[in-house]
């Protein structure tokens, strides 16, 4: 299914309200959430692990989708599918065994996904697609909410070219908004990450606002 998708990132939502802003997006009609999994080490920011994954689990009612920015990815591999993971998607930068990786993520019950930082060329997945579900391409360098924008619109249009017409979403993920939503879509993307845009000046009716936010993307 290729109709737009939009996943809010938690990564910017209030850390003591989770159960409460996942129940927001929801209600507004987010299609997935999006979960950031860092580990201080492929990338330079900590979040959550698997018993705080499961405990998202308890509210999301659509899709959970976990994007993991650690490495090694395969010794975790099922806590988060015990976590109640959807997708799971590792990054191609993790490790020698990417390949590995996906076919031991789908043999966990999830789907797979295989996630692109933004100086890795499309080319890198050529040889991954009859393994993947999902390839998210990065348009920042992930670690951080909030970041500015780097357009690899030529990268996910290359990406849509070598995908043709396998199942596959791409989904890209770091500085989405209402001004750079519309050029991504174009050049391909089906599922759209957007934490900072999504969760911003939510304090008061939370609900509404992520809803305004969510439709002006
Ligand atoms: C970045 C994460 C993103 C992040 C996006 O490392 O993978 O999912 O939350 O945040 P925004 O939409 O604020 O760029
Ligand atoms: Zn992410």
């Not at 920015?69 to 993790?94: N, Q, R, S």
């Not at 080319?123 to 780097?150: R, S, W, Y």
């Not at 957007?194 to 939370?206: H, L, P, Q, Y």
Request: hydrophobic share 45%; proline share 6%; glycine share 10%.
């Amino acid at each position: 299914d290729r109709s737009l998708k939009i996943a809010p990132s938690i990564l910017s939502a209030d850390f003591a309200d989770f159960g409460r802003e996942i129940r927001a997006i929801e209600a507004e009609g987010a299609d997935w959430v999006h979960v950031d999994v860092m580990d201080g080490h492929f990338v330079p920011n900590l979040t959550f692990g698997p018993p705080a994954v499961k405990a998202f689990r308890k509210h999301v009612t659509t899709v959970m989708d976990v994007h993991l920015m650690i490495a090694p990815v395969d010794p975790y591999i099922d806590a988060y599918a015990e976590a109640g993971a959807d997708i799971l998607t590792a990054h191609v930068e993790a490790g020698p065994h990417i390949h590995r990786t996906l076919q031991a993520i789908r043999a966990a019950g999830m789907k797979a996904g295989v996630a692109l930082n933004p100086g890795t060329p499309a080319e890198a997945v050529a040889h991954l697609l009859d393994l993947a579900d999902l390839v998210c391409v990065m348009t920042v360098n992930p670690g951080f909410g909030g970041q500015k924008f780097i357009d690899l619109t030529g990268k996910i249009r290359r990406l849509r070219e070598m995908i043709g017409d396998r199942p596959i979403h791409i989904q890209v993920d770091g500085g989405v908004d209402p001004v750079t939503a519309p050029l991504v879509v174009e050049a391909g993307a089906d599922v759209l990450v957007a934490g900072s845009a999504v969760f911003r000046g939510g304090s008061v009716e939370k609900s509404t606002v992520y809803g305004a936010n969510m439709r002006a993307i």
